[in-house]
């Protein structure tokens, strides 16, 4: 071979490759590396392969693996969108006469992660490549990088809107997670090496120091820091999203892996609490302890209980363990025993401001349930119209309390139960001795109400003729 | 934090300046680069059309997380901005603030909220009932105080534009007869121009409220 080094064109062509591989060099520098010995020259080229805007790639079944093993076909084909796919190795010698008058001599083919089958065409087209006289080298990577090759093999077809990849692959659902994960590491290094203007601070900054969030805005971390501590610091929850107008209206809010690689530990705990506590408060089946000192947010129990049975009220706070009734906030009193009155009246007058149908009523149904509540609504109702019977139709015994309904009469009662003499228009006792003092003292409040006008007839009893002849009658 | 505040109001200012398209301005009031004072023209085909627009800006301490705060010191007769201070209602000074906006893109929102009220969203409800009930008649008014208070050209206004003498009827949003017909009562002219206006005596309301009510009001107090 020593004998080349002596003839002019060898020289030559020794040059034009070094000028060749310097300038690949620099153009390419993380995908060239050579090796040289006295008789040639060793190139190894690592070449991405870029896809442009991402394109959607399908995976299928060679059938090579399937037929063999007569495994069924569900996962013949899988489908992803992808901008990049691994890099295809190519070991190239250069004879002593590249590029005059030979070209260069592939070595091997190998394409990472192997996501495409049959290199020998692949081999044929670059060789086909060469013109004696000309370097080939940059064509070659050119036409690897740009997915070009991926045409020209028919692995991939344009249609009408799309341009489609179509792998055929013995397995297809091995080959599909790394080609993902490759894709995914593609898209972070390329976007820790550009540089991105931030919206907010205006100033441009290398990826590394911006984020990416999942919407597509991109803020840099001083930014998206200062913003969002501050929201979180003034319990502002709803801000801690993407920075950009259009988000804010929609409200579109960081996600926890967002939030984690802005601020500090201690602020994400915070924004987690601020969160659930939201949550709680947007949540009608939540109540809050009753405790003073806990004031925990007390969920529904998970377990379902038949509603009616009075189970349902049943809350243990997590937080303190104190097991309480959910309407009347008081200690547990078991599900067959009502609540005090007043405070269950609290919800139910709240339940029937509400109209009927309205959100306001769902709010409540939601926490204490429908039927629970049409129970309870029933049952006030009907306490309520029979206090207000009695209230208009009776009078309770200053002693004893009964409540005494007068059928007809004059309106000095005797209890039935007490014996009691009280008046029935004002409910005073009355002396026993002389009960009529009540209605026939001038200035007293019920002087000569003995009768109600009501029920004096026609004949205009007048009370002091008629006591005399009532008096036997007039127990309620 | 306070730094990157300054750093940016500084530039948006400059930015502003440099934009000779937009024909918003910024300027300082005193040294503070804090508190500033922004302009810009009335829309076209508006009746602010030709009127010289002043809004106060305030730049708060958490500024651009937090919103600027902006009123216009150019009265403006419009239902999303106070008659009486000039105080603002828009979303985007509020609860849709980004911190992607700036004082320029505030000032065109401004600027075309002057295009497109908000009735149902009112700063103003006197205003914002003018506009409900009679268009056209709201219009003349908001024209009237562009004439007035922001030098738009036009006839209406005796002495042009601002200082000049200004026909408090006018200003109201009423019509001559309708406050002279109960000045005629024996009502003084201010109180009558004050009810009517709190009623909205303007357009199909005038059918609607009898004049008993009007009186009624008008002895109130």
């Known amino acids: ?476 | 934090m306070s730094d990157a505040r300054l750093r940016r109001v500084n530039k948006e200012i400059a930015d502003c300046k440099n934009d000779k398209s937009s024909k918003i301005v910024i300027e300082l009031i005193d040294n503070s680069p804090y508190h500033l004072r922004g302009s810009f023209t009335g829309p076209e085909g508006t009746p602010y059309e030709g009127g010289h627009y002043e809004v106060d800006i305030v730049i708060p301490e958490s500024y651009p997380f937090q919103p600027v705060k902006m009123k216009f010191i150019t009265k403006v007769y419009h239902p999303n901005v106070s008659s009486a201070s000039g105080a603002i209602c828009l979303d985007i000074l509020k609860d849709a603030w980004s911190p992607v906006l700036t004082l320029k893109s505030t000032l065109i929102s401004l600027q075309s909220l002057l295009c497109s009220p908000e009735p149902n969203d009112p700063q103003d409800a006197e205003v914002a009932k003018h506009y409900m009930t009679s268009r056209s008649s709201f219009e003349e008014t908001a024209r009237y105080w562009a004439q007035a208070y922001a030098g738009a050209p036009g006839g209406g206004v005796k002495g042009g534009a601002k200082g000049g003498e200004r026909d408090e009827i006018a200003i109201a949003g009423l019509e001559k007869a309708h406050v002279d017909q109960f000045e005629a009562l024996g009502f003084e002219r201010g109180k009558v121009i004050d009810v009517l206006r709190r009623l909205n005596y303007r357009g199909e309301n005038v059918t609607k409220i009898s004049e008993d009510k009007v009186v009624q009001e008008l002895l109130k107090n």
């Open chain 1, 1 to 476: 071979m020593h004998t080349f080094s002596e003839d002019p064109t060898v020289t030559t062509c020794l040059e034009l490759q070094r000028e060749e591989i310097r300038v690949l060099e620099s153009i390419y520098p993380y995908c060239v590396s050579t090796s040289e010995d006295s008789s040639k020259v060793m190139l190894k080229l690592e070449i991405p392969v870029e896809l442009g805007d991402a394109k959607t790639v399908h995976i299928v079944d060679d059938g090579s693996t399937s037929v063999a093993s007569g495994s069924d076909h569900d996962f013949s084909a899988v489908t992803l969108s992808l901008s990049s796919l691994p890099p295809v190795l190519l070991e190239v010698i250069l004879p002593p006469t590249y590029p005059l008058s030979d070209g260069p001599l592939i070595s091997s083919i190998h394409v990472v992660d192997s996501w495409m089958p049959r290199y020998i065409l692949l081999h044929q087209q670059l060789q086909e490549q060469f013109q004696p006289g000309e370097g080939v080298l940059y064509t070659w990577i050119e036409w690897i990088r740009n997915a070009e090759f991926l045409r020209e093999s028919g692995f991939l077809t344009s249609n009408k809107n799309a341009e489609i990849i179509r792998l055929p692959h013995p397995q297809p659902q091995l080959l599909f997670p790394r080609l993902s994960e490759h894709d995914k590491n593609q898209q972070l290094s390329q976007f820790s090496q550009n540089s991105y203007t931030c919206s907010v601070c205006f100033s441009s900054r290398k990826g590394a120091q911006c984020l990416l969030l999942s919407c597509g805005h991109i803020f840099c971390r001083d930014c998206l820091q200062g913003g969002w501590q501050l929201y979180i610091a003034e319990g502002d929850v709803e801000h801690v999203g993407c920075l950009d107008s259009s988000c804010v209206k929609e409200g579109r809010e960081a996600s926890e892996e967002e939030v984690r690689r802005v601020v500090t530990e201690e602020e994400v705990q915070r924004w987690k609490w601020l969160r659930q506590k939201r949550m709680f408060e947007r949540d009608p089946t939540v109540v809050h302890c009753p405790v003073a000192l806990c004031q925990a947010p007390v969920p529904q129990p998970s377990e379902t209980v038949e509603e009616g049975s009075g189970w349902e009220r049943l809350r243990t706070c997590p937080s303190c363990n104190y097991s309480f009734c959910s309407f009347c906030k008081r200690t547990w009193h078991g599900s067959l025993v009502d609540c005090p009155i007043p405070l269950s009246e609290k919800v139910i007058l709240e339940y029937l401001e509400h109209p009927e149908g309205s959100a306001g009523r769902r709010v409540l149904e939601t926490r204490f349930g429908s039927r629970n509540l049409t129970r309870m609504v029933l049952r006030y109702q009907e306490n309520k119209a029979n206090q207000q019977w009695l209230e208009s139709h009776s009078m309770k015994c200053p002693q004893c309390s009964v409540q005494v309904e007068k059928s007809h009469g004059c309106n000095h009662m005797t209890c039935a139960k007490c014996k009691t003499h009280f008046c029935y228009r004002c409910g005073q006792r009355l002396s026993v001795n002389n009960p009529y003092q009540h209605f026939s003292t001038p200035g007293q409040k019920c002087y000569q109400k003995l009768f109600d006008a009501s029920e004096l007839g026609e004949d205009d009893w007048q009370p002091m003729e008629a006591y005399a002849i009532m008096e036997e009658n007039n127990v309620g």
